[in-house]
């Protein structure tokens, strides 16, 4: 606890596997602790793998302002509604296509903006719509990476969605995407996330910081997988999930309980006095 501050100003959490249980839910412990801090003026910040409109439902639950790092901190959501948005060449989607997804025979995601498309359906497809409630929209990858070339756009952010052994398989496989501008991290044992080289939760954090005005070591943030990984780094204060993967935990100030035991509220409540 030595680097704990004399005050915070920013919590930053990820949301599937922190602040939301294994069923999905936000526990009213949570959500309660978060209202009191937010009553205390400490700015909440939502940083996680999810696409915008995901990432508003739990906006919406906790009936408070935050402001929004989504899609692995591709496309953040500041005060104002201006959307700050990183892209990824046409050409390197491509790739990414052909040697993997075809390869592997699993679908391509793909996340620009607000937008969420797939290569093709599967049943880990039908689940992330029935738990964001959305359909992504079916495209053909030629057409799709014609027209970003044509109007100098990309999407966001990538992702891959399939059984763990092949999530996986997936780091060899995209290792030698790191020198084509890209790099890659789990977000859970199922999903394999793409994003832009330097462009993470953590460089999210940064802008999020220099926006509102405040300095890192003010902010304390919360995750539990791979992808977290830069947010902890980034934080004045990281906190790892009980149900956090080893990693993450050996980087942390503090391990707190399970995201099942509403694990963000006992360390605010410990750390806050809440």
């Known amino acids: 606890m030595e680097k704990k501050p004399t005050a915070w100003k920013l919590?930053?959490?990820?949301?599937?596997?922190?602040?939301?249980?294994?069923?999905?839910?936000?526990?009213?412990?949570?959500?309660?602790t978060l209202r009191k801090a937010h009553q205390r003026g400490i700015r909440i910040a939502l940083l996680s793998g999810r696409m915008p409109l995901a990432v508003e439902l739990v906006e919406q639950e906790l009936d408070i302002p935050c402001i929004k790092a989504c899609s692995a901190g591709t496309c953040v959501i500041l005060d104002s509604g201006e959307m700050r948005i990183h892209k990824i060449r046409p050409e390197a989607v491509q790739a990414v296509y052909e040697k993997v997804a075809v390869a592997y025979r699993i679908?391509?995601?793909?996340?620009?903006?607000?937008?969420w498309m797939v290569t093709q359906v599967d049943d880990y497809v039908r689940r992330e719509s029935r738990i964001i409630r959305h359909?992504?929209?079916?495209?053909?990858m030629g057409r799709c990476c014609e027209r970003w070339a044509a109007d100098e756009t990309g999407p966001n952010k990538l992702l891959f969605g399939a059984h763990p052994e092949v999530i996986r398989a997936l780091?060899?496989?995209?290792?030698?995407?790191?020198?084509?501008?890209?790099?890659?991290?789990?977000?859970d044992t199922a999903y394999m996330e793409i994003f832009p080289r330097d462009?993470?939760?953590?460089?999210?954090?940064?802008?999020?910081c220099r926006e509102i005005g405040i300095r890192r070591e003010e902010t304390i943030a919360f995750?539990?997988?791979?992808?977290?990984?830069?947010?902890?780094?980034?934080?004045?204060?990281?906190?790892?999930?009980?149900?956090?993967?080893?990693?993450?935990?050996?980087?942390?100030?503090?391990?707190?309980?399970?995201?099942?035991?509403?694990?963000?509220?006992?360390?605010?409540?410990?750390?806050?006095?809440?």
Do not use: C
Not at 11 to 30: Q, S, W, Y
Not at 107 to 115: A, F, K, S
Not at 135 to 140: A, F, H, K, T
Not at 244 to 253: G, N, S
């Open 11 to 32: 919590i930053a959490a990820d949301i599937d596997g922190t602040l939301l249980d294994d069923e999905k839910r936000l526990p009213a412990l949570v959500r309660d």
């Open 107 to 115: 679908p391509l995601w793909i996340y620009q903006g607000r937008t």
């Open 135 to 140: 359909e992504p929209e079916l495209v053909s």
């Open 171 to 187: 780091h060899r496989e995209l290792e030698p995407f790191r020198s084509e501008g890209l790099d890659f991290a789990q977000s």
């Open 199 to 208: 462009v993470n939760k953590g460089s999210a954090l940064e802008l999020i």
């Open 223 to 274: 995750g539990d997988q791979e992808l977290d990984l830069p947010l902890l780094e980034a934080a004045g204060f990281a906190v790892a999930m009980g149900n956090a993967i080893p990693r993450l935990k050996e980087t942390a100030d503090y391990v707190t309980a399970s995201n099942n035991q509403a694990g963000v509220a006992l360390a605010l409540q410990n750390l806050l006095g809440l």
